[in-house]
């Protein structure tokens, strides 16, 4: 599930579950041996942006 922006914190007690969203990067990380491969979540290629 993609989490949603909301306006304000949920007060139902242990129904929620959120965080602050930091700007950056989302990945998917695999590793095969020495191989490592970083994706969105849309299935992009994202190891330019981490040499």
């Given at each position: 599930m993609l989490a949603k922006?909301?306006?304000k914190?949920?007060?139902e007690a242990g129904v929620w579950s959120f965080?602050?969203?930091w700007d950056?990067?989302?990945a998917l990380v695999?590793?095969?041996g020495d191989?490592?491969?970083l994706l969105?979540?849309?299935g992009k290629d994202?190891?330019?942006y981490f040499p």
């Open positions: 922006a909301q306006t914190v949920p007060t965080e602050p969203k950056g990067f989302r695999f590793r095969d191989d490592v491969v969105s979540r849309s994202l190891g330019r």
